[in-house]
């Protein structure tokens, strides 16, 4: 019996094996199978969340570009009202100080609604090498959706108005040449004919897809940042042929005809600077490095340049002047403008320091040498210094900045890329060209239809009175 019994055990210690097996394979199935629908959601609730983050990554960015490039458009605006109104607002005699002012004020008005009518088109629409076309007229098509040619991540509207600014600011700087002397009517006329003539087809140019100096496509690509051939080249250019064509004010320069108030043009000034960043920085369309490496450049060149202006000066004088300080500062300003999204802190340093220096002896020795009367400097500072700007550019541009040609190829002669000053002095002569012929064509009709000039008598009584019948001073109420 005792081997039956031993024999019966075995065999159902056998079965039970057998049926542990076969009840562990069944869980490891059962487990299996209940936890392949939770894999599968898992996997897709892990891309639904990596699509949502994507999508709120681009969402952030875009607000924060759009934000950035909204408060530069208003820096830039501010540039022209109050900066650049109170800079040559002061810089006058106290009799044209409303008529100064008024001429800068106008454009903000005037210029902006002919950006929306057909000027933004013309700037930036879709067209030749030269000129934009009309398919954005009335703002057909800006909406807030963005325009990937230029900024991806901000509404087309936003692009907009920002280039807006400085399209108002550019034709404003040229007044400083003829403050005093020019009619307010025929100023307005002037200045609309000259931005559609001189204006759009260089912004179209320079920075219009497709155009013949763009960086990015053009047959020669010439750096320009934030304007300094766009802006300061061209409106400086044309102040000097303005200054020329007008003639000279009364009694120039036998009577002397300092500055009113130098405290405007001071706190002018340094609205300007602070302006400035939205100018160079907001450049970049976009709230990221390069925003940040502009805006370092921005204030080192403006620094730099106001030292090498006040060094010159004490030097020649013996005596540093308030007015000397903030003419340097602007000087760096316009020169580092073409630079400010290539060049490295050091190279911004350098660029100020010779664009204050250089445009010290413009507007002490040059203009004094040919006898001009550019009443507030408007070319010795915008057009000497935008120039300047662009061919320096051409030297100290750096491919760690901006590798705007690809990655690995050179931007600049120090850098190695030697052709690129020859594309620099490609786009100052285009500047120059367009800029003198278009302002002589545009004076001389101008001129011819409804003369240019105030009279004699209405400019010794200044620009405020006879111009806009009120004064900016009233001492006897005061």
């Avoid at 056998?14 to 097996?21: E, G, M």
């Avoid at 409303?98 to 700037?123: E, K, N, R």
């Avoid at 030749?128 to 909406?143: E, Q, W």
């Amino acid at each position: 019996m005792c081997w039956v019994a031993k024999l019966y055990l075995k065999s159902r210690m056998k079965a039970l094996c057998a049926l542990a097996v076969v009840v562990f394979g069944l869980m490891v199935a059962g487990v299996a199978v209940a936890q392949t629908p939770v894999t599968a959601d898992r996997i897709a609730a892990l891309e639904k969340t990596a699509s949502d983050n994507a999508k709120a990554i681009a969402a952030a960015q875009s607000a924060g570009d759009n934000a950035w490039m909204l408060t530069s458009a208003a820096l830039v605006l501010m540039m022209s009202g109050p900066g650049l109104a109170l800079f040559y607002g002061g810089l006058v005699r106290k009799k044209n100080i409303l008529g100064t002012m008024m001429q800068t004020f106008a454009m903000m008005a005037v210029i902006t609604v002919l950006w929306a009518l057909v000027i933004y088109s013309l700037a930036f629409g879709t067209g030749n090498a030269f000129i934009g076309g009309l398919h954005n007229v009335f703002l057909h098509g800006v909406g807030t959706a963005p325009i990937n040619d230029y900024a991806p991540t901000i509404p087309g509207q936003t692009f907009m108005v920002y280039q807006l600014m400085f399209a108002i600011i550019t034709p404003a700087l040229i007044t400083g040449a003829f403050a005093e002397r020019m009619k307010f009517s025929a100023m307005l006329v002037f200045m609309v004919l000259w931005a559609f003539i001189v204006y759009s087809p260089m912004a179209h140019m320079v920075w219009g897809v497709g155009g013949f100096l763009s960086a990015a496509s053009g047959k020669f690509p010439c750096l320009d940042f934030a304007g300094g051939t766009v802006v300061h080249l061209t409106s400086g250019v044309s102040a000097l042929v303005t200054a020329i064509y007008l003639g000279k004010r009364l009694g120039y320069p036998k009577k002397a005809m300092p500055p009113h108030s130098v405290v405007l043009s001071f706190v002018g000034a340094c609205l300007l600077w602070v302006g400035w960043f939205g100018f160079n920085a907001g450049s970049a369309l976009a709230a990221s490095g390069l925003a940040t490496s502009a805006f370092v450049a921005t204030h080192f060149a403006a620094a730099a340049a106001a030292i090498g202006w006040l060094a010159a000066e004490w030097i020649r004088s013996g005596k540093p002047s308030a007015l000397g300080g903030i003419s340097g500062a602007v000087a760096g300003l316009v020169a580092i403008t073409p630079a400010s999204g290539f060049v490295t802190p050091m190279s911004a340093l350098w660029i100020g320091l010779i664009a204050g220096v250089f445009c010290f002896f413009m507007v002490i020795k040059v203009k004094n040498i040919f006898g001009y009367d550019d009443s507030l400097d408007a070319f010795g500072v915008h057009g000497a210094g935008g120039t300047l700007g662009a061919v320096l550019t051409g030297l100290f541009a750096n491919s760690v900045i901006n590798p705007i040609f690809g990655s690995g190829k050179a931007t600049g002669f120090f850098e190695g890329n030697h052709r690129q000053v020859v594309n620099q002095l490609v786009g100052v002569v285009i500047a120059w060209t367009i800029s003198i012929v278009g302002t002589l064509i545009i004076l001389f009709v101008v001129d011819k239809l409804m003369g240019l000039r105030v009279s004699e008598d209405e400019e010794r009584e200044g620009l405020d009175l006879s111009q806009h019948g009120e004064e900016g001073y009233d001492w006897e109420a005061a």
